[in-house]
């Protein structure tokens, strides 16, 4: 059974999208998508995306990492099904109804309100989560937040020196996120920008997170480091961060379709 994809990217955060809003597409197991996500014997991307009809949306996206785990949001993923479907739309996740439109900087994402409580990150008991107590080495005093997926926030100086690689799996993996966690160190410029680099629960380093970037600038305009709306730059690129005062956070930047192909789902199942 041959099953048609259309391989794209946000920022370089890059995805391979499936169509299944026919119902078509077979059972999708993990090993598939790991399969499927590898770089030398596969198709290779980030996160598979799979597409799936929803009676109370435009379609339901489902977001899979390189380790075959389901997550509840992307933003990035969500400006490239915005771009792929071409018209405004409304998706649903498992994180929560988010909607697109075309913009003159690429795609328009509405990724809904912040939840800053202590379960809904979720932490495994409660504390503050605007400054958190607590300290992996450098990194000390961040912050958390869900914006559809749980982010932990750290601001320093010069994020380019912090050994994230070596970090971001410790702090991922701690007994107190017992969901994982997405890990931002970020560093202030002026009021409004921002450098930044992700730790992706499940995918490691990444060029570009998009709801890493709503996360930080959100954390950011709470601690009163910058304006309501900024620029947030990561390896792969710039994104636009607004937080509404109807508490909505919008993101705005590019997508590209690299190309489309299709491939045996038994070689890969």
């Given at each position: 059974?041959?099953?048609?994809?259309?391989?794209?990217?946000?920022?370089?955060?890059?995805?391979?999208?499936?169509?299944?809003?026919?119902?078509?597409?077979?059972?999708?197991?993990?090993?598939?998508?790991?399969?499927?996500?590898?770089?030398?014997?596969?198709?290779?991307?980030?996160?598979?995306?799979?597409?799936?009809?929803?009676?109370?949306?435009?379609?339901?996206?489902?977001?899979?990492?390189?380790?075959?785990?389901?997550?509840?949001?992307?933003?990035?993923?969500?400006?490239?099904?915005?771009?792929?479907?071409?018209?405004?739309?409304?998706?649903?996740?498992?994180?929560?109804?988010?909607?697109?439109?075309?913009?003159?900087?690429?795609?328009?994402?509405?990724?809904?309100?912040?939840?800053?409580?202590?379960?809904?990150?979720?932490?495994?008991?409660?504390?503050?989560?605007?400054?958190?107590?607590?300290?992996?080495?450098?990194?000390?005093?961040?912050?958390?937040?869900?914006?559809?997926?749980?982010?932990?926030?750290?601001?320093?100086?010069?994020?380019?020196?912090?050994?994230?690689?070596?970090?971001?799996?410790?702090?991922?993996?701690?007994?107190?996120?017992?969901?994982?966690?997405?890990?931002?160190?970020?560093?202030?410029?002026?009021?409004?920008?921002?450098?930044?680099?992700?730790?992706?629960?499940?995918?490691?380093?990444?060029?570009?997170?998009?709801?890493?970037?709503c996360a930080t600038a959100v954390t950011a305009m709470r601690r009163?480091?910058?304006?309501?709306?900024?620029?947030?730059?990561?390896?792969?690129?710039?994104?636009?961060?607004?937080?509404?005062?109807?508490?909505?956070?919008?993101?705005?930047?590019?997508?590209?379709?690299?190309?489309?192909?299709?491939?045996?789902?038994?070689?890969?199942?």
């Amino acid at each position: 059974m041959r099953i048609p994809f259309v391989k794209m990217h946000g920022l370089g955060n890059d995805f391979i999208v499936l169509d299944a809003r026919d119902g078509t597409l077979p059972a999708l197991e993990a090993t598939t998508v790991r399969a499927l996500a590898d770089r030398h014997q596969g198709i290779g991307c980030d996160q598979l995306i799979v597409l799936e009809p929803d009676k109370s949306a435009t379609c339901r996206m489902r977001i899979y990492n390189q380790d075959g785990g389901e997550v509840e949001a992307c933003g990035n993923a969500a400006r490239a099904v915005g771009l792929l479907l071409g018209e405004p739309a409304r998706i649903a996740t498992a994180g929560g109804l988010i909607e697109t439109r075309p913009d003159t900087a690429g795609i328009a994402v509405d990724m809904g309100e912040p939840r800053f409580e202590w379960d809904a990150i979720p932490l495994a008991y409660a504390m503050d989560t605007l400054t958190m107590p607590l300290g992996w080495e450098e990194l000390e005093q961040p912050s958390a937040v869900n914006v559809g997926n749980p982010h932990i926030i750290f601001f320093v100086e010069d994020n380019d020196v912090v050994r994230l690689d070596q970090l971001g799996p410790l702090i991922e993996h701690d007994e107190l996120f017992p969901e994982r966690i997405n890990v931002n160190v970020a560093s202030v410029e002026d009021r409004a920008t921002i450098r930044l680099r992700v730790w992706e629960r499940g995918a490691g380093l990444t060029r570009a997170c998009g709801t890493g970037a709503c996360a930080t600038a959100v954390t950011a305009m709470r601690r009163n480091l910058v304006d309501r709306e900024v620029t947030v730059h990561l390896p792969g690129g710039p994104l636009t961060i607004a937080w509404g005062e109807d508490n909505r956070i919008t993101m705005t930047g590019p997508a590209t379709e690299s190309f489309r192909g299709s491939f045996d789902w038994d070689d890969f199942a």
